[in-house]
């Protein structure tokens, strides 16, 4: 009999093909929405493997449940939608996909950094509903990148990626916070949190999503960082106490944020953040270029076949990995 593979959300097809030629059976949802989470349950309960979304919860419940999966590969290199810790003693191996979207997510978290200080989205929302009457000398002026300094919450390959554009691009000193001292070529030195949030101008996270970052950042950080400060986060909303967010950014305690993930997501359109003007919002885009998630939807497949067939993911989530 063949293996069964259910993919919770339509993905790009290389990886579905991959596994099809593999010989398995695969189905996709194809509703063009997310599962609840009893669908996702009885899906799970009838596949032998599953690739699934971050937007997908595999809880102690779900793997309980479906304790007889052979692997689950998650499209994506956040995996705290997942009980890691159960997974692993159910041992059903766990796969993510880091690496191939390395690009394209520190390539959103530096358009941030320049939309959020330079005023893209208010200074279009201008142009866009009739207040642009004529050049105007002193309105939406942010601050340059040039010299600047940018600290990076969890110098993994991410914020790696991030601080050698900056690097590079715009000549940035960069400081960082990670467990231990990490090799670079940026001259990049590691301080505590503290000491990043007084000397950055420009702070981007990308420390994964665990009971010790949760709320990492809140009000003592943002009352530390300078009234000039733009906080980027593309790693996950639930690092960011939200609403302290929101008063630092409606007193301007810093200058603007820019955010490809909140709280919950989707944030609700009514939302306070929605109204303030010095605040960029993003749908979780950090991975969404045809190459990332092509590579994504291959990587994905690979570590399905892999974990089928009994052998070591090609990129497998140890608890280790968990850490920036
Ligand atoms: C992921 O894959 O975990 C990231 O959120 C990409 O944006």
Request: neutral net charge; aromatic residues 6%.
């Given at each position: 009999?063949?293996?069964?593979?259910?993919?919770?959300?339509?993905?790009?097809?290389?990886?579905?093909?991959?596994?099809?030629?593999?010989?398995?059976?695969?189905?996709?949802?194809?509703?063009?929405?997310a599962?609840?989470?009893?669908?996702?349950?009885?899906?799970?309960?009838?596949?032998?493997?599953?690739?699934?979304?971050?937007?997908?919860?595999?809880?102690?419940?779900?793997l309980?449940?479906?304790s007889?999966l052979?692997?689950?590969?998650?499209?994506?290199?956040?995996?705290?939608?997942?009980?890691?810790?159960?997974?692993?003693?159910?041992?059903?191996?766990?796969?993510?996909?880091?690496?191939?979207?390395?690009?394209?997510t520190?390539?959103?978290a530096?358009?941030?950094?320049?939309?959020?200080?330079?005023?893209?989205?208010s200074?279009?929302?201008?142009?866009?509903n009739?207040?642009?009457?004529?050049?105007?000398?002193?309105?939406?002026?942010?601050?340059?990148?040039?010299?600047?300094?940018?600290?990076?919450v969890?110098?993994?390959?991410?914020?790696?990626?991030?601080a050698?554009?900056?690097?590079?691009?715009?000549?940035?000193?960069?400081?960082?916070?990670?467990?231990?001292?990490?090799?670079?070529?940026?001259?990049?030195?590691?301080?505590?949190?503290?000491?990043?949030?007084?000397?950055?101008?420009?702070?981007?996270?990308?420390?994964?999503?665990?009971?010790?970052?949760r709320?990492?950042?809140?009000?003592?950080?943002?009352?530390?960082?300078?009234?000039?400060?733009?906080?980027?986060?593309?790693?996950?909303?639930?690092?960011?106490?939200?609403?302290d967010?929101?008063?630092?950014?409606?007193?301007?305690?810093?200058?603007?944020?820019?955010?490809?993930?909140?709280?919950?997501?989707?944030?609700?359109?009514?939302?306070?953040?929605?109204k303030?003007?010095?605040?960029?919002?993003?749908?979780?885009?950090?991975?969404?270029?045809?190459?990332?998630?092509?590579?994504?939807?291959?990587?994905?497949?690979?570590?399905?076949?892999?974990?089928i067939?009994?052998s070591?993911l090609?990129?497998?989530?140890?608890?280790?990995?968990l850490?920036?």
């Amino acid at each position: 009999m063949k293996n069964k593979v259910f993919i919770t959300r339509s993905i790009l097809p290389a990886g579905i093909e991959l596994l099809r030629s593999a010989g398995f059976e695969v189905s996709v949802n194809d509703l063009d929405r997310a599962l609840s989470y009893e669908e996702l349950k009885e899906k799970g309960h009838s596949a032998d493997a599953l690739i699934t979304m971050l937007s997908d919860r595999i809880d102690e419940e779900f793997l309980t449940y479906n304790s007889h999966l052979k692997v689950i590969s998650n499209y994506a290199v956040g995996t705290n939608n997942i009980n890691i810790t159960k997974a692993h003693e159910l041992k059903i191996p766990i796969g993510n996909t880091p690496d191939v979207l390395t690009e394209a997510t520190a390539e959103v978290a530096l358009g941030l950094m320049i939309s959020a200080t330079r005023n893209f989205f208010s200074a279009n929302a201008c142009a866009q509903n009739g207040e642009w009457i004529d050049w105007h000398p002193t309105k939406h002026l942010g601050h340059g990148l040039r010299g600047k300094t940018l600290g990076i919450v969890g110098l993994g390959r991410i914020g790696m990626r991030l601080a050698e554009m900056c690097s590079s691009a715009f000549k940035m000193k960069i400081i960082y916070t990670a467990n231990s001292d990490k090799i670079n070529s940026m001259s990049a030195t590691r301080v505590d949190l503290a000491e990043l949030c007084t000397q950055s101008d420009f702070i981007s996270l990308h420390t994964p999503l665990t009971d010790k970052t949760r709320n990492l950042i809140g009000k003592k950080e943002l009352n530390a960082m300078k009234k000039s400060a733009v906080l980027i986060n593309t790693s996950r909303g639930e690092i960011i106490n939200q609403e302290d967010l929101f008063f630092a950014l409606q007193e301007k305690n810093i200058f603007a944020a820019g955010l490809d993930v909140t709280t919950p997501e989707p944030l609700p359109v009514e939302h306070g953040l929605f109204k303030l003007k010095n605040v960029m919002i993003l749908p979780h885009i950090g991975s969404a270029t045809y190459e990332a998630r092509n590579a994504m939807s291959i990587l994905a497949a690979e570590n399905i076949i892999a974990g089928i067939n009994g052998s070591e993911l090609k990129s497998w989530v140890d608890k280790k990995d968990l850490l920036p």
